[in-house]
């Protein structure tokens, strides 16, 4: 038992600094990461759910829809990776959820990091394997035919304005993810809101071609917008304005849900 | 006497229930304290307020003679927690484990790695190192639990349950895990439903119920309370219980318990038992068991609250559990 107790403890006296605070979530995103490897699962999700998304829209509605199925991919691959943003963030609240009810989040908070670390690392880890799932999906796309026609400055482009809109739309999973008793409900609130988002916005099927009170919601549904701007920014059509009402969106969806997510969080811990 | 953990008048409400209704406490540095009680009586909401994870609606504690809320950080650098919710990550590996929480305290890469190697050597957990926790035995599983919480070398360490559901063996290891670590000069303040754990390994128990120490004293000290023995029969054919409840009434004059197929009832006088043999003899009762024993805390309990602490309350009446 020589190595279990000693003299003095470890850590510095000190109260966690932004430096101390910024390396804890290093190491919190880390853990995330690496439970990948012990859980093939997710990467499942993380990796053949998009690539599936993509060869069954892409051969399945593509003729149907945008006359081929290279024509539609230009149109509707923009659209699967808003999907895939929006299921993405649901990984935060999953994840926290499962935190939660197994105890780990008690155990973290016990020790002396900064309080807003344990959050801060798992929706970096999420950025990451969003990140992931984009790459991926715009890889599998090019081998299909799709081309990115704004360079890479596009590329970053879009690759940034979906990471400031998923660190805002996560605040939704954060509350779901603090207030549902289970993980699994995280999932099925997941499913029961995210599917009719995004099928009711122009990121599989074109706005006119939709029922007319529909094309309404269409219009303002923060998934057409959003996907409207990653098209504008990867393959044509215009982009100040879906950039900018895509940002005020993931602003509406912050101030919206961050307070109420950061107090039922306080409650619950 | 220097106190590592002091408590004085907490309170804590959740809603309309309430958890803990004015509890004090003083544990003596380097001493095992237990808090004993059933399911739902404010134990695991008294360690989530000592160990600085809960706020107390009223009253103050200090832990190493720091506050608990003024001083949470320095609290937090002194102990380690371990318990039914505070657990381990299932998805990473025992290292990996042990690898955070060295990182998280601000070790480097390397010392963080030889801690956790030698943790998990001094926890008989080497061969499992590279294995996920969730494939981890109920066992191994508090084992590294219980190693997770000494990678900060705590001075206060807190076992909120920390052998419920496990075999018996498992839970001796565990026993003479925490003796080991009482030796080497850490305080334990153990929570736990099992009557015998606080017996085998806390100097001083305080026993809880409905959020309030009803009462506390080392383990002798509670038993001389309950007037001392315990008389039990177990007749050979079960359908002589009636009868031996009848004798052991008359003789005693206590209305004894009946579990299974032993009557037992509490004694104050010795000469009840060969009153006790005779009387049965008289009534042709064969017994498989005739013993006068010291009284366990179980009995101990029953006598101090009027009811047994049920082992395995529903799901849904854990209150400790539901901090809304």
């Known amino acids: ?269 | 006497m220097t106190y590592a953990i002091r408590a004085e008048g907490l309170v804590r409400r959740f809603g309309a229930t309430t958890a803990l209704a004015g509890v004090d406490l003083a544990v003596p540095t380097g001493t095992v304290f237990g808090l004993l009680g059933p399911n739902g009586a404010g134990k695991t909401t008294a360690v989530r307020v000592l160990a600085t994870l809960l706020a107390a609606d009223e009253g103050h504690a200090t832990v190493g003679g720091y506050d608990v809320r003024r001083d949470a950080h320095r609290v937090r650098q002194l102990i380690g927690l371990t318990g039914q919710y505070a657990s381990v990550d299932e998805n990473l590996t025992g290292t990996e484990n042990l690898l955070l929480i060295g990182r998280l305290l601000g070790l480097s890469r390397s010392d963080a790695r030889a801690r956790a190697r030698a943790l998990l050597a001094d926890f008989q957990l080497t061969d499992a190192a590279e294995r996920a926790a969730k494939t981890y035995s109920g066992g191994m599983r508090r084992r590294l639990d219980l190693a997770a919480s000494l990678v900060g070398r705590p001075q206060v360490l807190f076992l909120d349950e920390p052998t419920t559901g496990l075999d018996p063996r498992s839970r001796n290891e565990l026993w003479d895990i925490v003796r080991d670590l009482v030796a080497d000069g850490v305080t334990v303040l153990l929570t736990t439903q099992y009557l015998e754990e606080a017996d085998q390994l806390a100097g001083e128990i305080a026993v809880v119920d409905h959020g309030r120490v009803i009462a506390q004293g080392t383990p002798e000290e509670l038993k001389a309370r309950t007037g001392g023995q315990v008389l039990a029969v177990r007749p050979t054919d079960p359908t002589d219980l009636p009868t031996v409840v009848a004798v052991a009434t008359e003789v005693t004059g206590t209305a004894p318990e009946v579990a299974q197929t032993t009557v037992t009832v509490p004694v104050n006088d010795p000469d009840v038992l060969p009153a006790m043999v005779r009387r049965l003899d008289a009534a042709e009762v064969a017994v498989a068991e005739l013993a006068l024993r010291g009284a366990s805390l179980d009995e101990v309990f029953l006598s101090l609250t009027g009811h047994r602490a049920e082992q395995d309350a529903p799901a849904g009446t854990d209150l400790e559990r539901i901090p809304a």
């Open chain 1, 1 to 269: 038992m020589t190595a279990a107790t000693l003299a003095a403890p470890l850590a510095p006296a000190r109260r966690p600094g932004l430096v101390a605070g910024m390396r804890h979530t290093f190491t919190l995103a880390w853990r995330s990461l690496v439970q990948i490897k012990h859980n093939p699962m997710e990467l499942l999700d993380l990796s053949i759910q998009p690539v599936m998304f993509v060869l069954l829209f892409t051969y399945v509605f593509g003729t149907a829809i945008a006359g081929s199925p290279g024509d539609y991919l230009k149109f509707a691959l923009p659209g699967i990776i808003v999907q895939n943003a929006f299921f993405a963030t649901m990984t935060t609240g999953f994840g926290l959820n499962t935190d939660l009810t197994k105890g780990v989040f008690d155990r973290l908070r016990a020790l002396p990091v900064a309080r807003w670390a344990p959050l801060a690392g798992r929706i970096l880890a999420d950025t990451v394997k969003q990140a992931w799932s984009v790459a991926l999906l715009i890889g599998v796309g090019m081998i299909l035919g799709f081309r990115v026609n704004h360079g890479f400055a596009g590329l970053l482009a879009a690759f940034l304005l979906l990471l400031v809109f998923s660190l805002a739309a996560s605040w939704i999973s954060v509350l779901v993810g603090v207030l549902v008793s289970e993980p699994d409900k995280v999932q099925i609130f997941g499913f029961m809101v995210i599917f009719p988002l995004t099928f009711t916005s122009n990121a599989f099927v074109p706005t006119d071609k939709m029922p007319s009170w529909l094309q309404h919601w269409v219009e303002i549904n923060p998934a057409t917008i959003l996907a409207d701007a990653l098209r504008g920014l990867l393959v044509s059509g215009p982009v100040a304005g879906p950039v900018a009402r895509s940002l005020i969106w993931a602003g509406v969806l912050l101030a919206v849900f961050a307070p109420p997510a950061v107090r039922a969080l306080r409650r619950r811990v």
